[in-house]
């Protein structure tokens, strides 16, 4: 269990899911799996090529593989770390930092109090606006 | 006062939930021209913005349909203008009550993007489907070219009822704000929407064009109470529920989602909770 906060431009997350620690997915009844609203999880069996040809087995460990590989529809909110028996899950986010005066889209409307932030966009739609009146 | 009066802004209320967005120095403020010494503001108002914003989108949705290579670039640039100027944000049915509880006057007024798509203006009351709001409307006779229809006025109760009965039929409610630009935005309306006729909602889920922007809360659901009735599938405009088979559950995708709460309405086993947008590390990022 980490999360490790980073300034980027873009939020990325990632799941992992630790093998060592989570070898019997379906003993504890996959709650990984189950409890996810966005459905992060898979689960997979046969994780080893060489188990290609055996008829996999609940009970035994390292039959079937929990893997956090739709991480992308994640949204971070960290009920599956609570649920886990084994601490095997652990996200990392990297988002960006807030500052003032940032896009809109980013913090809609707080930071427009602010000011003018883009003087070259101003300057550039006084001329197109000249243009604009004289046609 | 609950958390999340205390969470959202700098004011420690939702955004739209401030006074000072409705107030009159802030509309007149947009009207007229910026007092800040360090500021510059731009001759002709907002208008000048959409007058330059106009043709970038007209560019940009052209450049869509041929399917050209420039497409994003220039929906990326519409973006950066239009965003200053007016905006839509969609509110969930509890939230439009209460802005309704704030700003006066009100007015049922006909909704202008039917009528500049389709040529239709409903003169009947009984079809009208937006509300305009704030001092704007005490000068609507000046602009008889946008209230063809004229504008009714309306109490808080009447409005309040119009608002219920549009949710129950199925419309999203979007507040409207102007003059993004000069000292923040001015509410000064409640649209009531849906597609194809609501252009905002049609061009953020088609062109990518971000004049709508999500709102404030997501829909979450719990699948231990979720019974696979799928009634929320039928409300929701943005394609955001779908069935999955496997489990035979409803899906919500927090990402397609805008937290207009009209699943949350339908839903009769109270599976599904709108929870705060902010509070999420990742949605906290995505409007």
């Known amino acids: ?135 | 006062m609950c958390d999340t009066c205390f969470t959202h802004t700098k004011t420690g209320r939702m955004w739209f939930k401030d006074a000072k967005r409705y107030a009159r120095f802030m509309y007149h403020r947009n009207r007229v021209e910026q007092t800040k010494k360090n500021t510059k503001r731009i001759r002709g108002g907002t208008a000048a913005i959409e007058a330059a914003a106009g043709p970038l989108i007209a560019q940009a949705m052209e450049a869509y349909n041929i399917k050209d290579e420039r497409y994003p670039d220039l929906m990326r640039a519409a973006n950066r203008l239009h965003a200053k100027v007016q905006g839509a944000q969609t509110l969930t049915l509890q939230d439009s009550l209460d802005l309704i509880d704030i700003s006066s006057p009100i007015c049922l007024i006909h909704c202008e993007c039917r009528k500049a798509k389709f040529g239709f203006v409903e003169r009947d009351r009984s079809k009208m489907t937006c509300l305009g709001m704030g001092i704007g409307m005490y000068r609507w006779e000046k602009t008889p070219a946008r209230y063809v229809a004229g504008a009714e006025w309306v109490d808080h109760d009447e409005a309040r009822e119009w608002v219920i009965k549009w949710n129950k039929k199925g419309l999203v409610q979007n507040l409207m704000n102007f003059g993004v630009y000069n000292g923040g935005p001015w509410i000064g309306g409640l649209c009531n929407c849906s597609r194809p006729d609501c252009s905002s909602i049609e061009m953020r889920l088609r062109y990518g064009e971000k004049q709508l922007i999500k709102g404030e809360r997501v829909a979450i659901h719990s699948e231990d109470k979720c019974t696979g009735c799928f009634k929320c599938i039928q409300k929701c405009q943005f394609g955001a529920i779908t069935a999955d088979i496997r489990k035979h559950k409803a899906y919500i995708d927090a990402q397609m989602c805008f937290g207009c709460g009209l699943c949350e309405g339908v839903c009769d086993f109270e599976a599904i909770d709108l929870k705060n947008r902010r509070d999420f590390p990742i949605l906290r990022f995505d409007w």
């Open chain 1, 1 to 135: 269990m980490a999360i490790q906060v980073k300034s980027e431009d873009v939020p990325i997350i990632r799941v992992k899911v630790d093998r060592e620690k989570c070898q019997l997915p379906m003993v504890c009844s996959y709650k990984c799996y189950i409890n996810c609203s966005q459905q992060v999880f898979h689960v997979h069996s046969y994780p080893n090529v060489s188990r290609r040809f055996m008829k996999p087995d609940e009970n035994s460990p390292k039959h079937y593989l929990v893997t956090g590989s739709a991480a992308p529809r994640c949204i971070g909110c960290m009920e599956c770390l609570d649920n886990c028996p084994e601490d095997a899950i652990s996200i990392e986010i990297t988002t960006p930092e807030i500052k003032e005066g940032d896009h809109p889209y980013k913090h809609p409307f707080e930071s427009l109090d602010v000011g003018m932030e883009n003087q070259k966009l101003i300057d550039e739609l006084d001329s197109r606006y000249k243009r604009f009146v004289k046609k």
